[in-house]
């Protein structure tokens, strides 16, 4: 795949190779990521960062990505304060964007909604995520953060058993790792999820079309069970009719520490892409396992930096040129 000048939209334009660039990529933003050094590569220009709906890490690491490598960044916070309120088009908006920035990175509420307004771009547009969709950047983040992590412990090799747990139907992260994941022949997946909240069928489709091996149950405690990798989501309340309708299902999977301790085989990985529900009518995810070394939810935020510095890098053409720039 040929990344300069390309729209990020969805993991389904990822080949094994591609995803491989990206990694290496990533890895060669270590030291700029930890600032051990200083690059300036994408000096005079400039990030559109167009949120239309709430985010903290994958705007603010979108922003400290570019800004690490020499960029500026423009920001659109809400849907309120956009035209978009005024009636003004995704199409349109990203005609005018498109004027001000090199890559526009762009969230939005809507199915479908980021691939409509990069219709109207001549510039590279990344997905930020568009509604119950994908977030691709996350998928990515989240495959740089198992490939580190298992690698620390030896268990790169060999089958890679992923239990993926909570809201699967709403989880945009958890649709799109899965659809990467299915680029790797040795991952069984066990799919945990209230009956009403199952990984969708054309997700389950994209398994079955991998040849990969998966168990679906409601068992939270089986899902703990001989796990390399445990990903926790929360209930995606915004994406619900009614909070009645969430609330039937917050809180019914808690991790805490003493079931990791009951259930987790040792070094089991625990991931989850953040925000954690923290209210205690959810918690899937509990603060006592915040001192767990397994909890690998803050490296995955780290690891978001430097995956986002090498899309922009590759997209804006200048990946092999970083050690030309350093200051
Ligand atoms: N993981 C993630 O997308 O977090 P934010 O909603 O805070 O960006």
Do not use: W
């Amino acid at each position: 795949m040929v990344f300069q000048g390309q729209h990020i939209l969805s993991i389904d334009q990822l080949d094994r190779d591609a995803v491989e660039r990206i990694i290496q990529v990533a890895d060669d933003m270590t030291p700029y990521a930890t600032r051990v050094k200083c690059c300036n590569v994408l000096d005079g220009a400039i990030l559109a960062n167009l949120f239309f709906e709430p985010s903290t890490r994958t705007r603010i690491s979108f922003g400290t990505a570019f800004n690490l490598l020499g960029g500026h960044v423009r920001e659109t916070v809400g849907m309120t304060t956009s035209s978009l309120s005024k009636g003004e088009s995704l199409y349109d908006t990203a005609r005018v964007t498109a004027n001000y920035a090199d890559v526009i990175a762009v969230r939005h509420p809507e199915i479908g909604s980021v691939a409509d307004f990069a219709r109207g771009s001549n510039v590279p547009v990344i997905n930020g995520g568009d509604g119950a969709n994908e977030h691709p950047t996350q998928a990515l983040l989240d495959l740089y953060t198992i490939h580190n992590e298992l690698e620390a412990l030896g268990k790169d090799k060999g089958t890679i058993k992923i239990a993926m747990i909570g809201d699967l139907k709403n989880g945009r992260t958890v649709h799109s790792l899965t659809r990467l994941l299915c680029l790797f022949p040795n991952i069984q997946f066990t799919f945990i999820s209230p009956q009403a909240l199952a990984m969708p069928d054309k997700v389950l489709e994209a398994c079955d079309n991998a040849g990969l091996n998966y168990s679906i149950s409601e068992d939270f405690h089986y899902g703990l069970k001989n796990q390399d990798v445990i990903y926790l989501t929360r209930v995606q309340e915004e994406r619900f009719t009614t909070q009645e309708e969430a609330n039937l299902y917050r809180g019914k999977y808690c991790l805490n520490q003493s079931l990791y301790q009951q259930y987790c085989a040792k070094d089991t990985i625990i991931m989850h892409p953040l925000p954690r529900d923290s209210r205690p009518e959810a918690n899937e995810l509990s603060e006592d396992m915040n001192d767990n070394p397994n909890l690998a939810i803050f490296r995955q935020t780290h690891y978001g930096v430097k995956v986002r510095m090498a899309l922009f890098a590759l997209v804006l053409g200048v990946e092999d040129k970083l050690s030309q720039f350093e200051k």
